[in-house]
């Protein structure tokens, strides 16, 4: 009775509907994660495909939607503006990144030494820009750094020195984006990167220390290899960030001086819901993410050549 | 032992360097908290005021009384916390039901679907804000809480850290119920969250958090004053060229400040939790 049941099963059931049985066998894993799917198909892969269709339109957000096959990717090339929010992009990314990917990887190996006195408290103050929201911090950069008589330059000419044009010149707006990005960032970093430094064992920089090695030796030779990982983390999130800056960029800078500190997504926006351009925005923000992921993968594929 | 004097004044020396660096990154990280707070309580004169004042000569609570009276502040934190707990409890019920789902159960097509919810993390909002905008006009959403609450509330991230931490959980606690009849809802709700609770809370703070500090999603969707959050009633207290409300806008920065920092001082170490948990065991 078994024997043919189980043999008249298998003949009866084609593969396909095995794999129905399957799927209908775990029905409640699919209810657990579609609310994912269902959110990620509306608003997700619904509005990218619309982009996309968006991006060979012209279309001012009303009215009719006109076909306008490449105008829009034809234009990019001449966005001066755009081009100069990418090459933004870059130059913070070199004028932060690399200081507040070192600064934390200091102070992580320093308050991870377990030699310091007050770790918690110094830990905590230099975590605390992180939770503080970047249109706060930004306004109270900007009266840190206000021309006449912000308290930066008002200290300077206490002390007899030139004061600084903090946000009106180009290369001094720049300075001051980037310090107010790492104000707000580099506790995060050295958080991630204290997670780290615990999951590497700590006898191996010893070791290089009793074998006679320095300490700033055994930093660069043993403790950076073994975070690369964490490093690379930071870094990515750091590129992704360089190029997305936007309440920073907003309250301190408007981002100018002339361009000066503008982003691709405050390009985008301004496209976008200045001039109601939605076509040629989303054509930008294309292009932008497809330099975006180039961007990573190519950090991605150094990281591993390296190794 | 010959060595020993100089050994020991070289490491004073360098904890005094190390004390040195640590004590004057602290100070650059509090600076702007304390001019914040001191512009907060300055008359207009005082905020530019040669010398400079960290306590207020002439202290004023004016400030804080006219971002409560004249800027509906009260309305505008109503505003913030209804959308940043919604998201949270939403977003929080759907990740690690996703997660939960990812960890204990074999399914067809689990590799691909997974691969899928890893990819999505990489599209930058840039990419979806335009045509997200355009959707929401045609569900009638603009203006409402509704695009800052919903559309992320079952996030890649969420999942991915949820799945990490029910992978840890001892199926027997779930074949158990099983053999009672329970339902395998039942036994999420009953069983699972209960045991994964430490991590919603960490989670739970992140994601707070990042509601409360947005910016670009209010800006976008929130259109009538009554309706802003309070990133955009700060912003909106810059006044046009040299007219800006400093005072004001300080005094509202630091209301801002105080319910994260309250739950960032109680939960400290569950928030370390949320924010390493992707960076280090992914």
Redesign the interface.
Known sequence: MNIKKLTKSNLNKPSSSSAWKQIKKSRWAYVFISPFYILFAIFGLYPMLLSLYLSFTRWKGVGEMAFAGLVNFALIPQDRVFWQSMMNGVILFMLYVPIMLFLALALAVILNSGKIKGFRVFRTIIFLPFITNMVAAGFSFRILLEKQNGLMNMLLRIFGLPTIPWLENIWWARVSLSLLIIWAWLGYNMVIMLAGLQTIPRDLSEAALVDGATPIQAFFRVTVPLMRPVILFCLITSTIGSFGLFPEVMTLTMGGPVNATITPLIRIYGVAFGSYQFGYASALAYTFFAMIFLLTVIQFRLNREQV | MKRKPFQNIKSRII?FL??L??TS??A??????V??LS?SFKLPPD??????QIIPRNFTWDNYLFVFQERNLIRILFNTFTISSLFTLLSLF??S??G???AK????M?KI?FSL?LA?M??????????????MRELGWVDTFLPLI??G????FG?FFFRQYTSTINDELMDAARVDGAS??RI?IRIIMPIISPGMISLGLIFF?AS??N??GPL?YLKSPSNWT??LA??AL?GGAGLTY?GP??A??VI??IP??II??VF?KRF?EG??AG??KG
């Open positions: 904890s190390l004390y660096v640590l990154i602290s650059f990280m509090v600076l702007p908290f001019w914040m512009t905020i530019f005021g040669f010398p400079p759907f990740t039901m996703g939960y789902g990812f159960f074999e399914f067809p689990k679907l919810l999505t990489i599209i930058p909002g840039a990419v979806m804000m335009v045509p997200t905008f355009v959707i919903v559309p509330a079952a996030n890649a999942i395998e809802f999420f958090m409360w500090n910016y670009l976008i309070i990133t700060i912003n810059i400093w806008q300080m509202m920065s801002s400040l994260l920092l960032f001082l400290q370390a924010i390493t960076a280090v």
